[in-house]
């Protein structure tokens, strides 16, 4: 796919995300994965009105070489490539029941969420939750790198997601489908459930394996 045509896809995908309010005002960022490099959102861009052509352009070691200056959060996109070398995108937003979710006391650090549903299970998996740091904090990548070794998405405690996908489309699903999740999540509190059985997401992971 031309660049071009990946630049129009990121925008198209971030106003998407803006307009069901999965982000708001200038929080979230997007980046997708190319033959030399990555493309990425820009720094203080609302996802709701990306212009394709000022999409920030990195190269393979992470330098800025065209386009607007990329988000303060590219380390957490850059730890994200290096910890899933087969991931082709990277979404992090700061979704509403996701980031009230990560200010939650008690959580299970190791896995947030439990597998209330087989597309959940399918699609994320594991969940690791990243210990709170100021935003732009680059100490939070190594914090990001501990955790993914093992999983392509976690939670930024009072923060927000960060889902590594094959593609852009499939970090995005991801992202949403841990969204719905979440607000489940805290629909639920207080009522006795059944999550899906070991057995139950072991047979989903052996007939569905994850592409990153």
């Known amino acids: 796919m031309s660049e071009t045509k990946l630049r129009d ?17 200038s929080t979230g960022n997007i980046s997708l994965r190319t ?8 720094t203080g861009s609302s996802m709701g009105t990306i212009d394709p052509a000022r999409i920030s352009k990195l190269d393979e070691t992470g330098r800025h070489v065209s386009g607007d200056a990329p988000t303060k959060e590219a380390f957490l996109h850059r730890v ?21 979710v990560s200010c939650l006391c008690d959580l299970n650090t190791d896995d947030v969420l439990p597998p209330l549903t087989a597309y959940y299970a399918m ?5 690791p939750l990243v210990p709170y740091f100021p935003p732009g904090d680059e100490a939070l990548a190594e914090a990001v790198a501990e955790r993914t070794e093992n999983a392509h998405a976690v939670l930024l405690a009072n923060h927000g997601p960060v889902v590594a996908g094959a593609d852009l489309a499939e970090a995005v699903y991801a992202a949403e489908e841990l969204e719905e999740t979440a607000k489940l999540f805290l629909m639920l509190r207080g009522e006795k459930t059944r999550p899906l ?5 072991t047979e989903l992971n052996r007939r569905f394996p994850s592409k990153v």
């Open 35 to 42: 033959e030399d490099g990555w493309l990425m959102t820009p």
């Open 80 to 100: 994200m490539y290096r910890t899933r070398p087969r991931a082709g995108a990277v979404v992090h937003l700061h979704s509403t029941h996701c980031v009230a």
């Open 9 to 25: 896809q990121i925008a198209t995908y971030a106003k998407s995300l803006f307009d069901r309010g999965l982000t708001a005002g």
């Open 123 to 127: 699609r994320v998996g594991r969940l």
């Open 197 to 201: 059985t070991c057995d139950e997401v």
